[in-house]
Nanobody
């Protein structure tokens, strides 16, 4: 199983960026995909999650209203559209997959598979 995150980059405050997570190696119909981020010196934190077949969309309070998670099953890809970016959004963003019925969506330990991460830098 492989998760490949991409699309990170440098953007100015208030700008937008869309990052992607492409999955391969198995059928993910019974899985949920999560986005996490980790800034230097900080713990990994939950950002958003979505069931692979849609629904059960969750957001962290810090990104709700600015970020949108979506998926394209035909491409085995999950997206995170990030708008109105702030310097505090600077982090490496990771996608992860967990089986439905596993632990809480917001807990990194609930996830079975992780991508390598993509770096997002928001300049002030």
């Amino acid at each position: 199983v492989q998760l490949q995150a991409s699309g990170g980059g440098v953007v100015q405050t208030g700008g937008s960026l869309r990052i992607s997570c492409a999955a391969s190696g198995r059928t993910f119909s019974s899985y949920s995909t999560g986005w996490f981020r980790q800034a230097p010196g900080k713990e990994r934190e939950f950002v958003a999650s979505i069931r692979w077949m849609g629904g059960n969309i969750l957001y962290a309070a810090s990104v709700k209203g600015r970020f949108t998670v979506s998926r394209d099953n035909s491409k085995n890809t999950v997206y995170l559209q990030m708008n109105d970016l702030k310097p505090e959004d600077t982090a490496r963003y990771y996608c992860a997959a967990r089986s439905l019925g596993g632990g809480p969506a917001g807990a990194p330990g609930s996830y079975d598979y992780w991508g390598q991460g993509t770096l997002v830098t928001v300049s002030s």
